[in-house]
């Protein structure tokens, strides 16, 4: 139901941009997010943005990432910059459709080396 891409391997100051698409059978989108999880640790929420563009970010990544979406096209994005190797995880897209059903993107890794 949602396909992420965008992820890979970066040196520290670098930028990635995440893609997440999902798909027709998700009719009505509230919101759509990105959560992150790094080895060892729990999954957390990088980023989240309402159907009425309303953003929230996690402490560790305000001011360094941007969270979009196009609804035309049911898309979120997650533009990160100066990363860090500690961004280092597996990202995960996620979408609150209207029913409150929960949906989770199959993950992209993201690496950050020193």
């Known amino acids: 139901q949602l396909q992420a891409s965008g992820g890979g391997l970066v040196l520290a100051g670098g930028s990635l941009r995440l893609s997440c698409a999902a798909s027709?059978?998700?009719?009505?989108?509230?919101?759509m997010g990105w959560y992150r999880q790094a080895p060892g640790k729990q999954r957390e929420l990088v980023a989240s943005?309402?159907?009425?563009?309303?953003?929230s970010y996690g402490d560790s990544v305000k001011g360094r990432f941007a969270i979009s979406r196009d609804n035309a096209e049911k898309m979120v994005y997650l533009q990160m910059n100066s990363l860090k190797p500690e961004d280092t995880g597996v990202y995960y897209c996620?979408?609150?459709?209207?029913?409150?059903?929960?949906?989770w993107g199959q993950g992209t890794q993201v690496t950050v080396s020193s």
């Open positions: 996620h979408v609150l459709d209207g029913i409150d059903s929960t949906y």
């Open positions: 027709g059978m998700i009719f009505y989108i509230n919101n």
């Open positions: 943005i309402t159907n009425g563009f309303s953003t």
